[in-house]
């Protein structure tokens, strides 16, 4: 009967600001170097609101640097990160403070990320992992944020798990708890960093066709995968990367006519 009541609650909205002419993310000229070697040189990208962009490109060309740059978690070398037009990080180029990187911590909670590896807290049931965040930061009441966490877990299918902690699932049922504790702090943009390459290949599809749905829904979402298929079918862009460079930023549609050896060479060996 609970689960009923769940399933015909009303499912909150995710909305793109359709309205705002603002990119919802906008990155520019990003550099990061580990240990003196360019990971990035001047990256720049720009997402709009409702937008779903793949990022690709071969292993080491820098495509999870920068998705941890765009969430804060590596440090700027140099560049800007803004979030509807408002910085959210950016090193200081003039002043006493020159060289020091300010970020805003209230945009933090606006980025919704997905890992590799999933990173549920392994002793908190999934529920209280959809919570923590939420609670810390004090976004609604308990009662509130539980129905909110079990619609979303009844959105990715896992409802009936809710009670379990995370070493009792599969890995791509984990995933699907991290992507609805990600949704539970309604952020404006979706991070997903290769969100199914630690999953056995049967398990692929339920993840793929969760991130696909919230596409569909217009969660603004940026997304680095190997996953062609999916990276053509869902995505308006697609980045390649290569060297720490952006190669190419284009739709499916012009990335498939478009006559780039190192697209194409690229495309034919993970295809
Ligand atoms: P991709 O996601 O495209 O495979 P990465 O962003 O993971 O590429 O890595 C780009 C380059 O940066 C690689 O050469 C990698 O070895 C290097 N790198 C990434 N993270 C670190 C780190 N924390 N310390 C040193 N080198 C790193």
Known sequence: AFAEQVRQAPIPKFTPIAESELPALQATKLHKAFNNVEVLGSVDLSIQPGEVVSIIGPSGSGKTTLIRLLN??????????????????????????????????????????????????????????????????????????????????????????????????????????????????????????????????????????????????????????????????VSDRIVFMEKGRVVCDDSPDQLKVRDNPRVDAFLKNVS
Request: with cysteine.
């Open 72 to 233: 804060g978690l590596e440090q700027l070398d140099n560049g800007e990160i803004c979030l509807n037009g408002k910085s959210f990080l950016k090193l200081l180029k003039y002043g006493a403070d020159k060289g020091r990187l300010v970020r805003n911590q209230e945009h933090q909670t606006k980025i919704g990320m997905v890992f590799q590896g999933f990173n549920l807290f392994p002793h908190l049931t999934v529920l209280d992992n959809l919570l923590l965040a939420p609670r810390y930061h004090k976004m609604g009441t308990k009662a509130e944020l539980s129905m909110q966490a079990y619609q979303l877990l009844n959105k990715v299918g896992m409802l009936e798990h809710a009670w379990k902690y995370p070493h009792q699932l599969s890995g791509g049922q984990q995933q699907r708890v991290a992507i609805a504790r990600a949704l539970m702090m309604k952020p404006e943009i979706m991070l997903f960093d290769e969100p199914t390459s630690a999953l056995d290949p049967e398990k692929v599809h339920e993840v793929l066709t969760v991130i696909e749905g919230l596409a569909r829904e217009g969660v603004t979402m940026v997304v680095v995968t190997h996953e062609m298929n999916f990276a053509f079918k």
